[in-house]
């Protein structure tokens, strides 16, 4: 048996041809989404990953706009620019690249964020929201996961779910929303004694730790569908996940490709919260 894949840029695709429609409504209110984009630093891969959010802005009708900053910039220059981007009525979502140099204060600095523009829902009150049950920006990766099992067509409620990684951003939200939809959720992380005890009995597994091949093809459920939210680039230059994909395909119903996969959902995520920052804003008026 070999799985089959569950690809992020064809359900992208789709999504977003269902985002510009939503767009194109907003238009006709005299109302263009905006996002921005706060980057500090030369780190190549967040310039990527910069440039790939504002392309899709581009192809979906969203306004954008990057506040680049170098990488010895004042915390209080930041603070001072985010604040701005905060009571700018032409934005409705903003986020901050990470990650941050470690002489800034990233907790305090993502907490500035407007709530009502904290698109990418690594706020406080975004991730308590979410706890509670009544979410309002959820973050994008989860949220992308979700997207992909919901476009196959995979059942959530009463299954059994793995998630390997505990971290804010992916872990503990995916974690959340898997169990609001009914499953048994156990999350693995670096002190889970014996993790393939625990893989081995997931129907959905998702592995989110930044470790490549972590998750062999003995660690998974014939059947299983495996979710492989890790971006890893090996020394020769090639990206991998977390899920040594070879053998896993074999073995899995589903897997996600790396890349390809659910870094494409993140950034449609992206923008379909900042699309509905966008038409909140409209039903406030």
Known sequence: MAAELLDGATIARQIYSQLRLRVSALEKLGVQP?????????????????????????????????????????????????????????????????PLPPRLDSERIMQTIAVDKDVDGFGWHNLGALLAGHPLF???????????????????????????????????????LLMARGATVTVCHSKTQDLARHTAHAD??????????????????????????????????KLVGDVDFAGVYE????LTPVPGGVGRMTVAMLIANTITAAERQVARR
Not at 162 to 168: A, D, F, I, K
Request: glycine share 10%; charged share 20%.
């Open 138 to 176: 959820v973050p994008c990766t989860p949220l992308g996961v979700m997207a992909m099992l919901d476009h196959a067509g995979i059942a959530v409620e009463g299954r059994n779910a793995v998630v390997v990684g505990r971290s804010v951003s992916v872990g503990k939200p995916l974690a959340l």
């Open 251 to 254: 073995k899995a119903s589903y």
């Open 34 to 98: 905006g996002l921005a984009a706060v980057l500090l630093g030369d780190d190549p891969a967040s310039k990527i990953y910069v440039r790939n959010k504002v392309k899709a802005c581009t192809e979906t009708g969203l306004y954008s706009e990057v506040h680049a900053f170098g990488g010895d910039c004042a915390e209080t220059a930041l603070l001072a620019t985010i604040d701005k981007i905060n009571r700018n009525p032409r934005i409705h979502g903003m986020l901050v690249q990470l």
């Open 204 to 237: 959905i597994l998702v592995a989110a730790v930044g470790r490549p091949a972590l998750i062999t093809a003995d660690m998974v459920r014939p059947g299983a569908v495996v979710v492989d939210v890790g971006i890893n680039r090996l020394p020769d230059g």
